[in-house]
């Protein structure tokens, strides 16, 4: 079976500094999918089509989008899935996009801690700037976090947004687009 670890990271962070750092990338997550909204709504192939959408439809269809488990461009999914192993924390990204987290990688955090390119595979070579034995320890580690390959079978799953929050934000969404709402 070929083992693909993609957008992987080892976190210097404690558990505190980690939870800090995920209801701070939920923000930015969740103004990154307004934005996204309104640009479905009035740039998209479909904004006529969503632009005849109620509040409510427009939810369903956001939701029907989430729901299908293929990319698309109102499909908001996105989650962190966090591993401990022999006193480390390791995160593994998906759907989340690269412009919110890159500023925490490496050295580019101050006091807070940060992320170290943790990432593997063994379909292809090692990357010439990693040496061998520390490619060999990453295929070692990542058998042992998730054995059966599903990382949501061997780490703690945060989703990025949630029902409340699609309501929330497609309606300030379509306000931003002037649709009207009377609270």
Known sequence: ????????YKATYNIEQLMKFIKELKKDY???????????????????EYKKMSYF????????????GIQSEMNISASICVFFYENNIYIQFFEVPYKLYKNKIKTASIGGGFLIDFHFQNSTDCPGEISEKEWKH??????LIVPSGVPSDSGLVFNLINTYDVCYIVKEALKECGVKFYD
């Open 1 to 8: 079976m070929s083992t693909k670890i993609y957008n992987a």
């Open 30 to 48: 969740l103004k990154e999918c307004k934005r996204k909204i309104i640009n479905c709504r009035t740039h998209s192939s479909r904004n006529e």
């Open 57 to 68: 439809e427009f939810i369903d269809e956001v939701k029907k989008q989430m729901n299908s």
């Open 138 to 143: 990453r295929e070692k580690t990542w058998e």
